[in-house]
């Protein structure tokens, strides 16, 4: 399984970004893929996660109503649309997935695969 993640950039407060996830190699139908992020000095953290087949999702507090997680299943790509940027969304951002399984939410620990990470700066 490869994760390529693109779309990171520099952007001042209040702006958008839409990052993309392109995933191969991935032989389920239904799996999970989720968005994390890691700042300087902090943990890493769940941002947002999708399920691929009935399309259910979930967003950390922080980014409620201002991010959206989606994907294409055709193309294989997961995508989040930041909008409304602030500095304290500067960070890595990762995307990630795992097979099939029980539903692990913004858990971390319970994906399997990762992407190498996109910078996010917001200044």
């Known amino acids: 399984v490869q994760l390529v993640e693109s779309g990171g950039g520099l952007v001042q407060p209040g702006e958008s970004l839409r990052l993309s996830c392109a995933a191969s190699?991935?032989?389920?139908?239904?799996?999970?893929m989720g968005w994390f992020r890691q700042a300087p000095g902090k943990e890493r953290e769940g941002v947002a996660a999708i399920y691929t087949g009935s399309g259910s999702t979930v967003y950390a507090d922080s980014v409620k109503g201002r991010f959206t997680i989606s994907r294409d299943n055709a193309k294989n790509t997961m995508y989040l649309q930041m909008n409304g940027l602030q500095p304290e969304d500067t960070a890595i951002y990762y995307c990630?997935?795992?097979?099939?399984?029980?539903?692990?939410?913004?858990?971390?620990?319970?994906?399997?695969?990762w992407g190498q990470g996109t910078q996010v700066t917001v200044s």
């Open positions: 990630a997935t795992k097979g099939l399984g029980s539903w692990p939410g913004l858990s971390s620990s319970a994906y399997q695969y």
């Open positions: 190699g991935l032989s389920a139908i239904n799996y999970a």
